[in-house]
């Protein structure tokens, strides 16, 4: 914010008179100046993991990028009403939100279509939000040693490990391609929002992401200001408890944040598990190991892709939005 004083000399027609120059107001302090600055307009963004996938591909490795996926169940579109009536119960509408994403993904552009009827729009597709492809385990069933390893390497990937385990064949074959693909679509997704500033019901401009489960939640904890590895454990006990198989967010389950891209994201909820912005010890251990280990990981890989292509390596599916 800038303080600046115009001096004008304003003619009295008729009395031949200058009024005096008015007095400039004081100037803010520096700090203030700087705090002003340093902060971005917050929104809110629900990322929302598309629902259950029609059989076999719901027990399976997910699709190459040539292979955008199954539709969803039967069960996956009642998922997606759910979810819909939800996030509409909370900004209202129609029109009530401030932009509306999906991936490129067969399953998540079906979970969105309730909502985007609910808000009488389009999604926007953004290849930033497809989910981590299986490379040459695509399609392979998640109990075989295909599936073993994907599922180890987003784990590992989602823990801070971005280089461990990479995906041979896969376009997302580490996790730090995971993080700047991402990291780029919710850029696009708060670019959007400033752009269409509309304040729904419960106060906020809102974004809402239709995406899958892997690459949000890689992106949620190496990202966020108060990642909460507390609220995936129980997510993971959850799903065991209700005999469905293990995972740490449901099918269209959704996980909240609010933030803006300059100040960071600070994460809301998880699955439906209210976070707090200090989650306790083992969320500041996390960031500890996080801030140790993630930044020379990302520059070693920049630095190599960089030598062997002169550009960092992207698919043209994250080039671009569709």
Not at 35 to 47: F, N, R
Not at 128 to 145: H, K, R, T, W, Y
Not at 256 to 275: F, K, R, Y
Request: charged content about 15%.
């Amino acid at each position: 914010m800038r303080s600046s004083c115009t001096a004008a000399g304003i003619a009295l027609i008729g009395a031949g008179l200058i009024a005096p120059i008015a007095a400039p107001p004081p100037l803010l302090p520096a700090s203030v100046i700087a705090d002003i600055a340093l902060t971005a307009q917050d929104i809110v963004i629900d990322v929302v993991r598309h629902a259950e996938d029609l059989a076999p591909a719901n027990s399976r490795i997910p699709f190459s990028p040539e292979f955008p996926g199954a539709g969803i169940s039967d069960l996956g579109k009642q998922q997606a009403i759910d979810t819909a009536n939800q996030i509409f119960g909370q900004v209202g509408g129609p029109g009530h939100v401030a932009g509306l994403f999906s991936g490129p993904d067969t399953d998540a552009q079906e979970t969105a279509v309730p909502f985007a009827a609910l808000q009488d729009l389009q999604p926007q597709i953004l290849n930033g939000l497809v989910e981590v492809d299986g490379g040459i385990f695509a399609n392979q069933p998640v109990l075989s040693l295909g599936g073993i390893y994907y599922d180890v390497a987003v784990v590992l990937w989602m823990l801070g490990l971005v280089n461990a385990f990479p995906i041979p064949g896969a376009d997302e074959y580490n996790g730090v391609v995971v993080n700047d693909n991402y990291t780029e679509a919710v850029n696009a997704m708060y670019a959007a929002a400033l752009a269409n500033p509309v304040v729904g019901d419960d106060g906020n401009i809102t974004a809402v992401g239709y995406t899958s489960e892997a690459s949000m939640m890689i992106w949620t904890m190496l990202n966020v200001k108060n990642p909460d590895p507390t609220a995936l454990v129980n997510e993971l006990i959850s799903s065991l408890q209700n005999g469905g198989s293990p995972g740490l967010v449901p099918n269209a389950g959704l996980i909240q944040l609010a933030g803006n891209p300059e100040d960071g994201w600070t994460l809301l909820s998880w699955a439906g598990q209210q976070v707090p912005e200090n989650p306790g010890v083992l969320g500041d251990l996390f960031l500890i190991w996080r801030d140790l280990v993630l930044p020379p990981q990302v520059a070693v890989d920049h630095v190599l892709d960089a030598l062997v292509s002169g550009t960092r390596r992207r698919s043209p599916r994250h080039s671009r939005t569709g």
